[in-house]
């Protein structure tokens, strides 16, 4: 079903010619899709429409993608709900996903409009949704709609928004290894045509990471990778952190490295936290790692790619249990959803 309808985008204009400020949001540890939506958007808001923005971010950006935000002022105090007609939720499914600015967000009386591409919207929780998950990324989406308020023409939109968009939809597929449509492909062409600097993006988010981390994949892929038949994961534990003086976000991507061993067809990354354990999963087509994600861990996303968490306890009594624990689920759930 079409997400982006000309009735919709009709709402939406009026929805933007009031008064009063625009919030937006989007969840908890911002991915470069997150950074992206909430960069395009507040540009274009600003640029083109004039509307006063506000940016809640809450968690730490991670440094390689911190450069998504240049010149966006962002803000975690949820008392700018107060100002603003209407807020903007970017790559969420539900308000739930938004941390401490839930309980702000769902007392908000601002009209509430949704940009995503994740499975199970909480259509419920908004005046206006546009959701897809036939698309690559929600800057994906949002590309569409940003496009189609401008009728079909990017003149208008600044470079800054389409350059975000790019960023984002670049980071959620893996730099187009991962849930790619048609239409990834010509928003790219598009982009690219409008003058966004495609290999800028490429160094930034890929080739100017800290040495840290080169040495942190290094060494966990040589001596913490385990395979287990058709799964491979990586423990990473507190120790590991402080031995590399890993960041939050400095280790995105290493999970997808295993699915390139031949008969590997799940892959998970397991990282220690206070009192969980983050969890992130990517598999290839003939496994559904949204499905392993809901069944075990508390998650969700997207068929190939998902997250979710281990609550120690509750979960696992024991940290020291988790190899054995996580190798035993994986194998009842690739049994009973085989190839």
């Given at each position: ?276 354990y983050r969890v992130s999963l990517r598999s ?25 968490r281990i609550h120690i306890p509750g979960d ?24």
């Amino acid at each position: 079903m079409e997400s982006v309808t000309d009735v919709k985008i009709l709402r939406l204009a009026k929805m933007l010619e009031g008064d009063g400020g625009v919030a937006l949001v989007s969840h908890l540890r911002p991915d470069g899709d997150a950074l992206g939506s909430l960069a395009a958007a507040a540009s274009y808001l600003d640029a083109v429409l004039g509307k006063e923005v506000t940016v809640l971010v809450d968690d730490d950006v991670p440094q390689g993608l911190g450069f998504i935000l240049d010149g966006i002022s962002c803000s975690s105090d949820c008392s700018a709900l107060d100002s603003c007609s209407l807020v903007l939720a970017l790559d969420i499914n539900s308000l739930d996903r938004t941390g401490r600015f839930e309980q702000a967000l769902r007392e908000c009386g601002a009209q509430k409009v949704l940009i995503d591409h994740h499975q199970n919207t909480a259509v419920e929780e908004f005046d206006l949704v546009f959701s897809s998950v036939e698309v690559s990324s929600a800057c994906e989406l949002e590309y569409r709609v940003l496009k189609a308020l401008e009728n079909g023409s990017l003149e208008r939109i600044p470079l800054k928004s389409l350059t975000a968009l790019m960023c984002g939809m670049t980071t959620d597929t893996n730099n187009f290894a991962n849930s790619v449509w048609p239409s990834t492909l010509q928003m790219a062409s598009e982009l690219l045509a409008a003058g966004v600097d495609r290999d800028g993006i490429i160094d930034r988010i890929f080739n100017s990471c800290r040495e840290n981390r080169v040495r942190a994949v290094s060494y966990l892929l040589s001596n913490k990778l385990v395979i287990d038949g058709k799964f491979a994961f990586v423990v990473v534990n507190e120790e590991d952190r402080r031995r590399f003086g890993l960041r939050d976000g400095e280790l995105e991507g290493m999970v997808n490295i295993p699915l390139s061993i031949a008969g590997v067809r799940l892959s998970a990354t397991f990282t220690e936290d206070d009192g969980f354990y983050r969890v992130s999963l990517r598999s290839k087509k003939d496994v559904s790692a949204i499905r392993f994600a809901r069944q075990f861990f508390h998650g969700g996303g997207h068929e190939q790619a998902a997250g979710g968490r281990i609550h120690i306890p509750g979960d696992l009594r024991d940290k020291n249990e988790i190899q054995a624990y996580v190798t035993g689920l994986a194998a009842r759930f690739l049994q009973e959803n085989p190839a």
